[in-house]
């Protein structure tokens, strides 16, 4: 019950949000230079003045802005993002399109990074002051400080083109597979990007799962659990985890805005066919309406996730919100 | 964990001369010049184009996080100092700019304005600006309480006065650490932007290099991996030094001990 009102109290703000920035797409696309109508006509192929104005009407543009602010944001409400310049396809079917190949790298991205980087956290600070505390706190520091596409480069270099142990392109082979070889064709090219992806991340989560357990372990009750005659391994699981995974599961979500930047970035790099990419080949072709939709698309995911977020740490930590 | 520090503080100073800045000094070498790492596809010299690229990307760094940085301070100062109304409203406003994804608004932003190299330090500073909004904010609205505070506004000091000149410079040091921080980032999105192609064409940056060196990539690997080294090492060494300021401007913060029974 409680995690209902908490849903129905963020609410109003996510909408409040979202809102805000369907505002802002709209703005933005005003910004733009050039008269969207003009730019519409010109692609077409045909730029004489009836043509502008017929696109004009057609779109909308010549009636007053607050008319326009307010079937923008309509359509938005409704899931209809616009139609490409280019490929006259509705936004909202090409994003759908590739919104899965994305949320498969992000989220494994995601997972890697976080279990990984927690395991290392919690390894680190159990050697705290040792040697292994410090290797895993210079890697840490070591990825972060690495531009993602130079690591995307380097991995195909090394692991592509010197051992030719992962594919360096694409999703999937060029000779589509079936089932289950399916299946494995696109995890055997995930690898690669997924993990150029989740090093850059997991730096945050190592250093964050050190501090955080290392603040739970000095806490009492970890002191009577050792006490009552636990092992340390089921200390270890049973408190110090469980604990010591809020802080991290709230800076998944806030880093959500940022792993989506780093996709698009990946998915140049490796042709993952992925919003990312989606997003910019439109801005090469300055087709607005497409990468607004992306942007847009991306901030209802990133919105969503936070939300998610905070109920998962509401189920995990009952004394929040209480 | 002091050792961890004094460690850390002595790595940095022995860290930055590596840092790029020293390469500043030289007069510029000429495309073209000597080969000594080099030439990229259309013949022109690496070395060069390694030098040049530093003194664009560290430029861009530093002008784009001043820039972050004025905002984040006006931004969090005018929430934490006068609290109630205006900082509900100063947050949400932050907020905003944290849920939007950070790279893609970049992007979105260059992509609006005319690319060069005044909308890529305004697209990177509008990206970076709302952790140090945050962090100015929860400093002032801590120091704002204090005793001397109380002492200025009973001498009469306005507003404006009391924010400069009494809070601010207790509110600095760990805006400093932050700061350097977002030097780091800021030269890592603007290498993304550039190794996109999203950045001034005129200018060159590592980003640039690696970027345009994708379609020889297999055969002149050595334009796409030195650059990056660059990039990397130029981070590194920022990120030590922030470590170091850190660490060294507030020894009590984050001390990671167990709190002694």
Redesign the interface.
Known sequence: MRLFTAFVAWLPRALL?LA??GLMNFT?VR???GDPAAVIAGESGAADGAFIEKIRADYGLDQPIQVQVASYLTRLARGDLGVSYRSNLPVSQMIAQRLPATLILTGTALIFAIVVGTMLGIASSRA??GWLD?AIGSFA??C???????VG??L??VFS?ALGWFPAFGMASLVPKQGLAYLVDVMHHLVLPALTLALLHMAVYVRLAR?SS?EV??KDFIRTAHAKGLTDGQVLRGHVLRNAMLPIVTMAG?Q???L???A??IE?VFAWPGIGRL??DA?LQ?DYSV??G??FV??VM??LA?LVTDLALRIVDPRIGR | ?L??IALVALLAPWIAPHDPWALLGQPLAPPGGDFALGTDMLGRDLLSGLIHGARVSLLIGLASSTCALLIGVGVGALAGYFGGIVDRVLMRFT??F???????????LV??M?PGLKSVIIAVALVTWPPVARLVRSEFLVLRSREFVEAARSLGLGHWQIMVREILPNALPPVIAVGSLMV?TAI?TE??LS??G?ADPNLISW?YI??SS?SV??DA?WL??LP?LC??IT??SI??LADGLGDAGNPLL?S????AA
């Open positions: 949000t805000a920035i933005l910004l733009a230079p705290r002051g410090l520091m070591l972060y400080a690495m531009p993602v596409f130079w480069l380097l195909v270099l083109v501090s290392l372990m000095g806030l959500l805005g940022h989506m930047g780093g698009i970035v140049t997003a910019f801005l300055r990468i607004l992306v942007f991306s901030s990133v919105v936070n | 964990m050792s961890l907020e905003f944290q849920v939007i994804p950070a790279f893609l608004f970049a992007i979105l992509a609006i005319r780091a890592l290498s993304s190794f996109l999203l980003g690696i970027g994708r990539f297999r690997w796409s991996v990056g990039l990397f981070v590194l990120n030590l984050r990671g001990r167990d709190t």
